[in-house]
């Protein structure tokens, strides 16, 4: 049985739990494989809005195992919030399953997080101050905490100190901040080692076993492919590898596993902080996407920037993930315009280019290039096949394939759970 990968195709907030809600029924295992609190996913049901963060949207279906990947980096304040949210709302999380090879976020991860952006100044990346990118550079330089940890207080106690030697020295002389205690961590960290313990597994070894068995297994990355931090708007990109194979990594499955991967597309483009935006809109027709698309951050709040579709990135989404399905989400906030601009190519300096180009320079220059298609008025909420839309939100989605490069197996026209149209299966099968 297959394990398929779901990722963003564009910068993040593209809609992916609803992809993997859709799914959800469907799917023995949902694996959130990177990121950390830094990301969001909403989801609708009913009439109630869940918010999650860390947690995979599997968790809101029963069925379902949700599993937090090695790739993942924990907030373990943040992730006992979210659980007892659910379960304040009747929904069960005992099921949840967290690698013990996860990296912890610390305070001091915030702490320095928080400081460094502001020492920026006008040159900041716009992170979210959650102490993601701190973390993951700990992961790299060999002096994180992970989850493991948590359950052997002397190794736990000695990497602190460790890594709060030089840490300590950056805070005083540096940014004019107090020490942080060696102490102070440990005990926080503590605090959570027992109520972490029924979750924590060998996730990888349970994933492989999975699939051997016929399990089906979905990869949920979180922000999106020009926020990888290899392959996207550099620097202005989080600290991870939300792209496909980012979901090997940060789950422990092998790629001649991966049987597909659905990128998650907005029938227009969306960023939140700073970077190159080419179909960016500073105008009327900006705050219209904004406010009814509702595009505001769901893990901090911040209004995201709005503009039109960007073929090139899409094209580049699907080469780079591999992309064999298109999930189109939030078809129905463009009913309403008399005519829809689709960016199918720039122009750099001068001249066109119909690809992503190769430089951060480039790219920070690269004016959209639009062809414009006809809107439609319908109220296209209740269509639940692909010819109950109207003929020119057909065409419009037929265009979005065409310039893509990869089919459109799905369609979101609506809020609602069940407000989707499905053309292909998402699982091949």
């Given at each position: 049985m297959p394990a398929v990968v779901l990722v963003g195709a564009q910068w993040g907030d593209e809609g992916k739990g609803k992809a993997t809600d859709l799914l959800g029924g469907r799917v023995d295992y949902v694996v959130r494989y990177q990121g950390g609190n830094n990301a969001g996913h909403t989801v609708v049901i009913g009439?109630?809005?869940?918010?999650l963060h860390l947690l995979p949207s599997g968790?809101?279906?029963?069925?379902?195992?949700?599993?937090?990947?090695?790739g993942v980096v924990i907030d373990a304040g943040v992730l006992f919030k979210e659980i007892d949210n659910l379960e304040s709302q009747g929904i069960d999380t005992s099921k949840l399953l967290i690698s013990?090879?996860?990296?912890?976020?610390?305070?001091?991860?915030?702490?320095?997080d928080k400081v460094t952006e502001r020492f920026l100044g006008k040159a900041k990346i716009g992170t979210t101050g959650r102490g993601i990118g701190p973390t993951y550079a700990d992961k790299i330089s060999r002096v994180g905490i992970r989850v493991q940890d948590l359950f052997d207080e002397k190794i736990l106690r000695a990497k602190i100190e460790g890594a709060?030697?030089?840490?300590?020295?950056?805070?005083?002389?540096?940014y004019n901040r107090r020490a942080i205690s060696?102490?102070?961590?440990?005990?926080?960290?503590?605090?959570?080692?027992e109520?972490?313990?029924?979750?924590?597994?060998?996730?990888a070894l349970l994933l492989n076993k999975a699939l051997e068995e016929g399990k089906v297994v979905l990869l949920e990355g979180g922000q999106g492919t020009l926020l990888d931090v290899d392959h996207?708007?550099?620097?202005?990109?989080?600290?991870?590898?939300?792209?496909a194979g980012g979901a090997c990594t940060g789950s422990g499955i092998g790629p001649t596993r991966i049987n597909g991967v659905v990128g998650i597309l907005k029938a227009y483009a969306t960023r939140v902080g700073s970077g190159p935006f080419p179909t960016e809109l500073l105008d009327e027709d900006g705050e219209k996407l904004r406010q009814i698309g509702g595009e505001r951050g769901v893990t901090t709040g911040r209004?995201?920037?709005?503009?039109w579709f960007d073929a090139p990135i899409a094209r580049y989404a699907t080469r780079i993930n591999g992309l064999t399905d298109i999930f189109l989400t939030k078809l129905d906030v463009l009913t309403g315009w008399e005519q829809i601009p689709v960016c199918v190519a720039y122009e750099i300096d001068g001249v066109r280019s119909d690809e992503v180009p190769m430089t951060q320079t480039e790219f920070h220059h690269a004016k959209p290039v639009y062809e414009y298609l006809p809107g439609w008025t319908e109220d296209i909420s209740s269509a639940r096949t692909f010819e109950d839309l109207p003929k020119n939100a057909q065409d419009y989605v037929k265009f979005l394939e065409k310039v893509s490069g990869t089919r459109i197996s799905a369609i979101g026209v609506g809020q609602d759970r069940d407000a989707t149209i499905s053309i292909h299966d998402l699982l091949g099968e």
């Open positions: 009439d109630k809005k869940y918010a968790i809101l279906t029963p069925e379902v195992t949700p599993v937090i990947g090695n013990a090879n996860a990296h912890l976020i610390t305070s001091y991860h915030v702490t320095l709060l030697t030089s840490k300590n020295q950056v805070l005083v002389k540096v060696v102490d102070e961590v440990v005990e926080e960290l503590m605090g959570y080692a109520r972490l313990r029924p979750y924590i597994a060998d996730t996207g708007t550099y620097p202005f990109v989080t600290s991870s590898n939300p792209t209004p995201r920037r709005c503009g």
